[in-house]
């Protein structure tokens, strides 16, 4: 069983460094491995992802000695675990509004005695059953991360009792839809969302686990951490690609001397 390097840098009480992806980009585990990130998020609920491709990028984590936390487009509990079984550290589960939802989580993603996971121990998770050890399942509940997002008022009405459940090892505050419907900025800064990262930080404390958001900038990953957040993501894919081609193409025009009419539509800020 893989350890996770993430839950080790929560354990020691340091922050776990994630990025997030969202592509089937082969490469992307061993640069960000390179670079000193402890795990990457992937977005399967807003990209979608062959069974196929999973399988080999979650492989690719592996080769790079770096953890893959798979945020997943569906609940099927069958579904989740397979994840799992093809080699995951771990899953963010978007929406999470009330208690029930965390221990049916809890239930699909824990073997017995925490949860309900069903036991097949011949995938990657287990090497294969290669050097398979009596200790698997023990093992798999000790270093499987599973991380619950907060992006409801109604969440936020349930926390205390959300982080409360057992077999929970990460409150993640999801901003952008959290704003939407409070009606303010997702920005780490903004006097609203402050107080929900300060009730989410308290609760988590209260209960043992971690806790952490997106960052944006430097000032944000430094704001979070003072405010006690071990699981911070910091860059991505999009974003990377984005200011990458804004930056070239402002080369373009300085070595040509013309300036470039942009596409119309909304022009986004890289921070």
Known sequence: MKKSKVLSKIRSGKVARICCLGHFLPCF??????????GIWIDG???????REAQALIAFHHM??????????????????????????GLMIPHVSTPEKARMLVEAVRFPPLGDRGLDAAG???????????????????????????????????????AAVPGIDVIFLGPGDL?????????????QMMEVQKKIAAVAKKH????????????DVK??????????VLGSEFWAIYSHIR???????????????LTSGLQVAVP
């Open 29 to 38: 585990p061993r640069h960000a491995a390179h670079f000193g990130y402890d």
């Open 45 to 51: 609920e807003h990209r979608a992802f062959d069974p």
């Open 64 to 89: 790079a000695g770096i953890d893959c936390i798979w945020r997943p487009p569906t609940l099927e509990k069958t579904g989740l675990y397979r994840l799992l079984e093809d080699g995951a550290s």
């Open 124 to 162: 990657l998770d287990a090497d294969y059953m290669v050097n398979l050890k009596p200790s698997y399942s023990q093992d798999a509940n000790q270093e499987t991360c599973l991380v619950v997002q907060i992006e409801t008022p109604q969440a936020m009405e349930n926390l205390d009792a959300i």
């Open 179 to 191: 704003s939407l419907r409070l009606g303010c900025s997702a920005a780490t800064g903004d006097p």
């Open 208 to 219: 043992g686990k971690a806790w952490g958001r997106p960052a944006f900038s430097q000032d």
């Open 223 to 232: 704001t979070l951490k003072d405010m006690g957040a071990q699981f911070i």
């Open 247 to 261: 930056d070239s193409s402002e080369r373009f025009d300085a070595a040509l001397g013309e300036k470039t009419s």
